[in-house]
């Protein structure tokens, strides 16, 4: 069965970095585009960044396009969210997302919290 595992949120100052991982298994991964998403408390989830399975076409959001970079690594079944210049409107928990025969599979999320 598809399996998500999220990692790398915490508490980071506004203006910092943080750097997210998804760990994927039960599916051929790298026949794959893979997703993050984010929910912030109240708010709907969205969109936040995608990227093809070989990794050569990435989309972003336009809220956090020049900021945020999505990557891959095949070998390791991993998909990476490098997150700079955090601002407070960021603070969400962050899932990572595939698409698999028609149907949506989420991991368990990760906090990013972006305060002073």
């Known amino acids: 069965q598809v399996q998500l595992v999220e990692s790398g949120g915490g508490l980071v100052q506004p203006g910092g970095s943080l750097r997210l991982s998804c760990a994927a298994s039960g599916f051929t991964f790298s026949t794959y585009a893979m997703s993050w998403y984010r929910q912030a408390p109240g708010k709907e989830r969205e969109f936040v960044a995608r990227?093809?399975?070989?990794?050569?076409?990435?989309e972003y959001a336009a809220s956090v396009k020049g900021r945020f970079t999505i990557s891959r690594d095949n070998a390791k079944n991993t998909v990476y969210l490098q997150m700079n210049s955090l601002k407070p409107d960021d603070t969400a928990v962050y899932y990572c997302?595939?698409?698999?025969?028609?149907?949506?599979?989420w991991g368990k999320g990760t906090l990013v919290t972006v305060s002073s």
């Open positions: 990227i093809t399975n070989g990794g050569s076409i990435t």
């Open positions: 997302n595939v698409i698999r025969a028609g149907m949506n599979h």
